[in-house]
């Protein structure tokens, strides 16, 4: 019962270490100590009966109360003069003490690990998706146009001076200007007016400066923001957060699920800004766009 003691301060300890239920493992330690004695209780029985250990009197034939008796005097006598009772303590001690305690050790130490990383993502995650960002004072008078018949012409020259400036170093100059006439001519834009999607300029002082475009599937629960640009010189002074902060207001007001936007793989600054924004690469996706070209994209999501 030396044993029995041991045990329960051996793994009260460990218990108490990891912050579980120290009753229940040293209940569960006993139960184990139980079982490895009758277990080897057992064995030792089949070894006698079978004569595999002698001890000196033969299992009987026909088994009496008497008979039984003296069989079993018999075996209690050999584990009083010999070590078989030291040994079995031993290996219970080395199953239990050492072997299980080793496994019971690395697997709360693992699970404590996983703990650990599931929070730290999750305050990440909570931090990312949760911020509200705060509308920036600006002393410039901000207005956005809801793309019409009367200020549709300004969508491509908007479009193609922004492009230039962001995709010079990513895109070639014949890729631009093939994906500005494809994307951006009336007729695109007013097609996708018709289908309910918003078109957005954004003046700033009554210059066009940016633009959007984004809708909302209802079928699939999604924002899709298409197309979020604003001019390089205007970029750092909080405008672009009100653009997306006005697409996750839209996404919100209509209880989607996920805002989910593309794009290019080398446009580094605009990752950044999307990751600030909460928004998780989901997936790599190669887009033919026809001409040879191809869109090399990400496909980010954040989720509302």
């Not at 298409?226 to 697409?247: A, D």
């Amino acid at each position: 019962m030396y044993l029995v003691l041991l045990f329960s301060l051996q793994f009260y300890f460990l218990a108490r270490i990891f912050k579980k239920d120290k009753l229940k493992t040293i209940l569960t330690v006993i139960g184990l100590y139980f079982a490895c004695s009758i277990f080897f209780g057992f064995v030792l029985v089949i070894l006698f009966m079978t004569k595999t250990i002698d001890i000196g009197i033969d299992f009987p034939k026909n088994p009496s109360p008497d008979a039984m008796n003296s069989y079993s005097e018999a075996m209690q006598d050999y584990l009083m003069h010999s070590k078989i009772s030291v040994i079995i303590e031993v290996l219970i001690f080395i199953l239990i003490g050492i072997v299980y305690f080793s496994y019971l050790k690395r697997k709360w130490a693992f699970q404590a690990l996983q703990q650990e990383i599931a929070l730290q993502q999750e305050v990440v995650l909570n931090e990312a998706e949760t911020t509200v960002f705060k509308q920036p004072k600006l002393d410039v008078y901000l207005h956005f146009h809801t793309v019409n018949e009367k200020n549709i012409h300004l969508v491509q020259p908007l479009a193609r001076e922004i492009w230039n400036e962001c995709y010079k170093d990513i895109l070639d100059k014949d890729q631009i200007n093939y994906m500005i006439d494809m994307m951006y001519n009336p007729n695109k834009v007013n097609e996708g007016i018709a289908n309910g999607e918003t078109w957005e300029i954004l003046k700033i002082d009554n210059i066009p400066s940016g633009y959007l475009h984004y809708y909302f599937n209802k079928e699939e629960n999604i924002v899709y923001l298409s197309k979020i640009y604003l001019k390089s010189n205007n970029q750092t002074k909080g405008i672009g957060q009100m653009m997306m902060n006005r697409v996750i207001d839209f996404a919100q007001k209509n209880q989607a699920k996920f805002i989910q936007l593309t794009v290019n793989k080398n446009n580094q600054k605009a990752i950044r800004f999307y990751e600030k924004n909460g928004f998780r690469n989901v997936e790599s996706k190669v887009f033919e766009i026809g001409n040879g070209y191809v869109m090399d994209d990400y496909i980010y999501r954040k989720t509302l």
